[in-house]
């Protein structure tokens, strides 16, 4: 993964997080975006994207928004998996 992507995601996470912004979760391949939204669309029901900007977890549906570090909330905007079910794949 590109440092500047990840460094960049943190910024906007740490905005949100401490400002009530939203999120943008975006790859620099739009192609990528859509592969994503389309997997977790078949596969969980949900839009990848979508979840990231309401805070919610793509796979559980539940709120994400508590992480255990930075690097699961760096996971977040990239997978949109909370930190529960982040846990449950590793
Ligand atoms: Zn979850």
């Not at 570090?69 to 529960?84: A, M, R, W």
Request: charged share 35%; hydrophobic share 30%; aromatic share 8%.
């Amino acid at each position: 993964m590109d440092e500047d992507i990840v460094k960049r995601t943190v910024k906007i996470s740490e905005r949100r997080w401490g400002g009530q912004q939203m999120a943008e979760p975006k790859f620099k391949e739009p192609g990528i975006e859509k592969f994503l939204d389309q997997f977790s669309l078949s596969v969980y029901g949900r839009a990848r994207t979508e979840s990231i900007r309401k805070d919610i977890c793509v796979k559980c549906g539940e709120p994400a928004k508590e992480f255990a570090d930075e690097g699961y909330q760096k996971e977040y905007l990239v997978s949109g998996l909370c930190q529960v079910c982040q846990d449950s794949l590793s």
